[in-house]
């Protein structure tokens, strides 16, 4: 495979009128692996992200690694003229990328009836906190408010502390990943099985509802309502951050009793496979703070290299809690080639994820960090969509791009 060999995605034209986490993470993952994406950005301040987060002389780390592999045009949409350009644009599209709030395109004439109408093919994705309907559509949602309204924040944390919420953008990715998904089987609709184009209504509630698990059968069925229990498992013991003598941190799990008897094998108990207290797991459940306390001071007599080795040697699962620092510098993730290393005009040589997950023969990549604004504006509306330099003149005099 050589760096030019096509994304699985070649060919495919994506338009993102997203902000911020939720959509423009969508175009990322598509833009990642061949897709052409164009991302419509307002002509005054683009997108949000830009000024998010950390920032290096003025360049936000957010919109270097969010807007990677998109060409950047702006277009003021709100405007009449602006409305125009954008159904000249989506009509050449296969895929619209939205996270307006729900009714925002359908005040500019720009909703789904509309633009299907001009692009019957058209795949459109609506991403908001809500969702398209129901008594909360229309309210302003991020994805903090989706971590606390889909029972995450409850079951996050320590049982005697408040609820704890991510600290990143959980909600967003979650919905980001669902979406990107759902726009392939979307596309498997239209292309495969003969169907049409139709729009995806993804809120940011419901994907990080389905990934807490089966917490709403268990109280359905039981009236059990799931609590927080910190790094410990209500499923399974032992599991648990534990410090080691050197001042660091690893985690274990030992989900199946093979896991545990290697464990009790890895501290240097094995006198522990034949006490009451932790002969099967739900014994272990009734005893882990006794369990935990044998775990951890043995831990606290070992380095973490120590305690790694010794786990290693049993076959016991543990890992490292690592930091962005020893990431970057651990053998396996550099062996997978997790992080790569790209040229950008504004930061240099930087590093970021590589694309995941990796295919064989049609394998992602990334070939430039997020762009300035409005970089690709002649590309896009002159060579895309064939505006001659008078029509440019004339929307960039209206302040409709710039």
Known sequence: MTDDTPGPLDGLTVVEA???????????????????VIKVEHPEHGDHIRNFGTQKDGIGMW?????????????????????????????????????????????????????SEENPGLVMLRMSGYGQTGPYSEKPGFGTLAEAMSGFAYVNGFEDRPPLLPPTGLADNIAALYATFSVMFALYHRDVNGG?????????????????????????????????????????APRNVYRTGDDRWVALSASAQPIAMRVFDAIGRPDLKDDPRFA????????????????????????????????????????????????????????????????????GEAAVQNTIPKFSETPGRVDHLGSDLGEHNEDVFGEYLGYDDDVLAELESEGVIR
Do not use: C
């Open 63 to 115: 919109h270097k690694y969010l807007s990677r592999n998109k060409q950047s045009v702006t277009l003021d949409v709100s405007s009449e003229r602006g409305q125009t350009v954008f159904v000249d644009l989506v009509s050449e599209a296969d895929v619209l990328i939205e996270n307006f709030r729900p009714g925002t395109l359908e005040r500019w004439n720009l909703g789904w009836d509309a633009l």
């Open 18 to 36: 997203g902000s911020m986490i939720s959509g423009p993470t969508v175009g990322r993952l598509l833009a990642d692996f061949g897709a052409t």
């Open 280 to 347: 099967d797991n739900e014994r272990r459940l009734e005893n882990v703070e006794e369990l935990d306390a044998i775990i951890q001071d043995w831990m606290a007599d070992h380095t973490r290299e120590e305690v790694l080795d010794a786990f290693e040697e049993h076959d016991a699962t543990i890992a490292p809690v690592y930091n962005v620092a020893d990431i970057m510098e651990d053998e396996h993730y550099r062996a997978r080639d997790a992080v790569v290393r790209v040229d950008d005009d504004d930061l």
């Open 196 to 236: 049409t184009g139709q729009y995806i209504d993804v809120s940011l509630i419901e994907p990080i509802f389905n990934l807490i698990g089966p917490f709403p059968l268990t109280y359905d069925q039981t009236g059990e309502i799931a609590r927080r229990s910190g790094n410990r498992s209500t499923s399974s």
